[in-house]
């Protein structure tokens, strides 16, 4: 199995930075997302745990989504934003 890397950064970021360090690896990970998986290849997969570098980059990346959005509203107006975003591409 291959391991893509495909770090976001996590400093205090506005939407649109944001935004765009996201959708500048989207086509990649599209790519790679969108492929078919053998049975022996999703099984390896599966077997294989989250390296404490990967949850520390998601805890991360939680962290700062929550301290950019600190209410339930807000973190629901950004999605809903986003999503917006995303539908009109």
């Known amino acids: ?7 976001v950064p996590t400093s205090d970021l506005d939407d649109d930075e944001f935004f ?3 959708t500048a690896r989207e086509e ?7 492929r ?3 049975p022996e290849e999703w099984r390896a997969g599966l077997a294989v745990p989250m390296s404490r570098e990967e949850e520390a980059e998601i805890l991360s990346l939680a962290r700062w989504f929550c301290r950019r959005y600190p209410t ?3 973190r629901l107006a950004y999605v809903r934003r986003a999503c917006r975003r995303w539908t009109r591409t």
């Not at 199995?1 to 770090?7: A, F, I, L, P, W």
């Not at 990649?28 to 969108?34: F, H, K, M, P, W």
């Open 72 to 74: 339930p509203a807000e």
């Open 36 to 38: 078919e998986l053998s």
């Open 28 to 34: 990649r990970i599209r790519a790679l997302g969108e």
């Open 20 to 22: 765009r360090a996201i």
């Open 1 to 7: 199995m291959r391991t893509v890397e495909c770090r």
